[in-house]
């Protein structure tokens, strides 16, 4: 709980420290960005390769070649989705949502990479459509498909709760990651990562900067589509928080499936190639 009041008096110079400027940690000037309408005109004769439907409270696997095209899809009702990816043959090779917030900030959409984990550091997969760009950043300075929130995970369930919930995203995505791999669950479950929450509506709260959620905007129809860099397997929770707007973590939530579409282009975007890992020598200095 935070303090209703500071401890320590404000010094004289409190004013002038608040009033410095921020400065952008990591500017992506130099950053190569995605070729839009390349990637777009791609999709003109594409064929669908796969379709999964993630039951509500579960997850489900895919996979997406690279030079594909993945869409998540709102179907039946609003609904919110915990998204994973990993390099297809490689499981170390992670979605990183920390470097990728700070590359690209606390929520994504069209023209946004979600970047891998270190030591690989490359982008596994652009943003190329987000039908709920309209939505921006509401008065309380929420917006959709963060990357600031964890998963619901039943260690933080029992932590405030005190019981077991065997639903909740983080292990979703252990079941389903399983399940994929035909390994016992407790020896992929450090697999399981920090999400981009698809559709899901988030901020912080000005007074306390606590984590909050709110309904989510997305309606059947909506999606959220994806140009797969590298050669991915991804996972995806249908959170048990529905549309997030009350509570999760718990069967009272009114929940719905989630579909998944990857589509293989004819010929892929005009001057693309798959990017390679990091370059950096991993001397890490003398």
Sequence with gaps: MKLEQYEHPKPPDADERRKVRPVICYPVDSLVQPDLPSYRAARTGWEKLSET???????SCFDVPAGCFFRIASIEGPQVGDLNLW????????????KTRALHGTHLSTGDRLWSSLPYLRPMATITEDTLDWYGFDEWGGSVH???????????????????????CHSNLTRA?????????????????DVLNVFMCTGFTRDTGQYFMKASPVRPGDFLEFFAEIDLLGALSACPGGDCSSEHSSDAASCHPLLVEVYKPAEPPRGWTSPPRSGYDRSHGP
Excluded: W
Aim: proline share 7%; glycine share 6%.
């Design 53 to 59: 439907i993630v039951p509500p409270r579960e997850a």
């Design 87 to 98: 390099a297809l043959h490689d499981l170390h090779e992670r979605f990183y949502s920390g």
């Design 177 to 193: 990651l399983a399940d994929r791999l035909d390994k016992p669950r407790e020896s992929v479950e450090a697999a399981v990562h």
């Design 146 to 168: 963060d990357v600031i929130g964890t998963r619901c995970d039943p260690y933080t369930h029992r932590l405030l709760a005190g019981d077991d919930y065997h639903h909740c």
